[in-house]
Every structure is written in structure tokens, then in C-alpha cells.
């Protein structure tokens, strides 16, 4: 570029100072002036890091030889002390006097300890756990018996007179069977649940929880109901299949079994109608002793009005059923008939030799 003369040349220049490439140019040398600032900020600090870093090398060495130093000083430690234990040793009085002090202390351990155990022994408290955990094992034992018992009946009489039942020429009907035996099974593997679980209690003693076993036992026990309403009469069919000398002769072969030692199955079918009021007995046992701030008392005495309610109620059917069964009888036996008895509101008070009483 050129021009004429010097001012058009010098406004040219001035010109290309006011351009914004000059700024740029500026900013520029700014910028790498701020660059080499930080660039030597960071080496520097490049330069301390590495110094802490050297540092806490040198400090874990330091560490490390300082528990090697421990642990050479406790192995001194250690071996000094059987030196100054012998010497004391060398001392036979300093010997003697802690023989008898270590007597003497394991002596009044001992005495207090056994003075502790007797007092609480002889306590109320202590008698009265005693009988509250051997009424629990005689309970365990009675319904292991009771078990049994069930297990006879339904094993010896029960499935064999099914089969019995299903032969050609069967000597009992399966109505029969039914009508003598009811749900017989389904109590036995009611039972047979609930004496598991007194076993695996009596597996935790001295911890003895009951109440939540009779709480899984309780809404089942609605099952007795039918068994003892129906009672009276699976005896009277009983009696009744008696008469078939075929159906005699084979109940008699299997009352000859050596495990019903000698038992009539009648006596086997008496069995659970003295279930409920044996567990009333027992529960009655067992709140006697047990304390009133007990976590299981509120559970038992719950589990005990249960057990009165259902016993009373079965007693009532039982009374019922016996009553309208007896004014039947007595009205067979009269010759012309008797609509008067058929009435239920009456009750069977005597039977005399020559008159029947029932009243209203």
C-alpha cells in the first residue's frame, strides 16, 4: 500500500491501530500472560505435592518401625516376667499366704453362691415353678397317651372295618362305620399336631410357652361337638352290628390285638369325651401357679373360659339328645302310644319298675 502523500499515509495507520485485529492482538498477549501465571501456579504446586507425598511415605516408615520397636519391647516385657515371678516364687511365706488367700476367696464364692441357690430354691416362687413344670410334663405324658390311645383306634378298628366294609361280602356297612367313628381320624391328626408341638416346647425347657398352642388348638376343638353329640348313638350302632355273628367275630379278633391290652373298642370310642374336661383340669392346674405379672397368664386364662364354654355346650347337647332318647324308649314300650312324650320341653326324671316319670 502507498499513497501520495505523508497525512494520507499517517490516517492510514491510525486507521489500522483503531482495527479490531489490533485488540485481538492485545487480548491475546493477555490471555498468555494469565497462561504462564497458572502454569507456574500448578508446578508449584506439583512440586509441594510431591514434597507431602514424600513426607507421608517417610511417616509409614516411621510407623512401621515404631510397632516393630513394640512389639520387640512386649516380647522383653514378657520374657522379664516369669524372671520376676520366679523370684517372688524364691519367697515360700509370700507363696503360702496366696495359696490360703485364693482358698479363702473361692471358699466365700462358693459359700455365698450356695447360699444364693438354697434361698431361691426354698422361695415360694421356686415350689411353685416346680409344680407349674411338672404339671406341663404330665401333660405331655398324658397326651402322648391320649395319642396313642387314638392312633388304636383308628389303626385297629377304624381302617380295618373300612376295608372291612369294602368287601364282597362285608359284615358293616360303610354307613356303620361312619356312624361308629364319626371324625374319630380327624381328632387323632389334631392331636397328633398338638403333641408335636408340646415336644418341641419341652425341647426349649426351662422356657415352657403353651398359650399360642392352645390358640391353634382352640377353633378346632369344634369337632368334638359332633363327636361327643353323636356318642350315644355310634354305641347303639355298635350294639346293634354286635348282633351279626360275622361282624362279633371280627371286632373280637381285632380287641385281641396286643396293643388294645384287652380294651373293648367301646372303651377306645369313651376315650375323647374325656379329653376337654381332662385340658380344663389342667389349665385350672396350671393358672394356680402361675404369677399374675406372667406373660402366658392372660392367654391361659382365655384359653380355659374357651374350654368351659365348649364343655358346657357339649354337656347341654349330650343332656338333650339323652333326655329325648330315654322319653323315645318309653314311649316304645307302651303299647297304645304316647304322643305326650314326644314333646322335647320334657324331661326324664326316673324309671321306676312299674312307671315312668318325665316332666315338663
Known amino acids: 500500500m502507498r499513497t501520495e502523500e505523508d497525512a494520507d499515509c499517517n490516517e492510514w495507520v491510525e486507521a489500522i491501530h483503531q482495527a479490531s485485529y489490533s485488540d485481538l492482538i492485545i487480548e491475546r498477549e493477555v490471555l498468555m500472560q494469565k497462561y504462564i501465571h497458572l502454569v ?26 515404631l510397632k516393630a520397636e513394640i512389639v520387640v519391647l512386649n516380647k522383653t516385657q514378657e520374657r522379664m516376667l516369669p524372671c520376676q515371678s520366679s523370684q517372688e516364687e524364691e519367697d515360700p511365706d509370700i507363696k503360702k499366704i496366696k495359696k490360703v488367700q485364693s482358698f479363702m476367696r473361692g471358699w466365700l464364692c462358693r459359700r455365698k453362691w450356695k447360699i444364693i441357690v438354697q434361698d431361691y430354691i426354698s422361695s415360694p416362687h421356686a415350689e411353685s415353678m416346680r409344680k407349674r413344670n411338672q404339671i406341663v410334663f404330665n401333660m405331655v405324658e398324658a397326651e402322648t397317651e391320649y395319642v396313642l390311645q387314638l392312633s388304636i383306634l383308628v389303626n385297629c378298628f377304624l381302617r380295618p372295618l373300612r376295608m372291612a366294609a369294602s368287601s364282597k361280602k362285608p359284615p358293616i356297612s360303610h354307613d356303620d362305620v361312619s356312624s361308629i367313628f364319626l371324625n374319630s381320624e380327624t381328632i387323632m391328626f389334631l392331636h397328633e399336631i398338638f403333641h408335636q408341638g408340646l415336644k418341641a416346647r419341652i425341647a426349649n425347657w426351662p422356657t415352657l410357652v403353651l398359650a399360642d398352642l392352645f390358640d391353634i388348638l382352640l377353633p378346632m376343638l369344634n369337632i ?46 369313651t376315650y375323647p369325651m374325656f379329653q376337654i374336661p381332662r385340658y380344663i383340669i389342667t389349665l385350672h392346674e396350671l393358672l394356680a401357679h402361675t404369677p399374675h405379672e406372667h406373660v402366658e397368664r392372660k392367654s391361659l386364662e382365655f384359653a380355659k373360659s374357651k374350654l368351659e364354654e365348649l364343655s358346657k355346650m357339649m354337656h347341654d347337647e349330650v343332656s338333650d339328645t339323652e333326655n329325648i332318647r330315654k322319653n323315645l324308649a318309653i314311649e316304645r314300650m307302651i303299647v297304645e302310644g304316647c304322643d305326650i312324650l314326644l314333646d322335647t320341653s320334657q324331661t326324664f326324671v326316673r324309671q321306676g319298675e312299674t312307671r315312668f316319670i318325665t316332666v315338663t
Open 224 to 269: 368334638y361337638q359332633e363327636f361327643v353329640r353323636n356318642h350315644q348313638y355310634s354305641l347303639q350302632v355298635l350294639a346293634n352290628c354286635k348282633q351279626n355273628r360275622d361282624f362279633d367275630k371280627l371286632l373280637k379278633q381285632y380287641e385281641a390285638n396286643a396293643s388294645c391290652e384287652g380294651r373293648m373298642l367301646e372303651t377306645f370310642l
Open 40 to 65: 507456574q501456579i500448578m508446578e508449584t504446586e506439583k512440586v509441594a505435592a510431591n514434597q507431602l507425598r514424600t513426607q507421608l511415605e517417610d511417616q509409614d516408615t516411621e510407623i512401621e518401625r
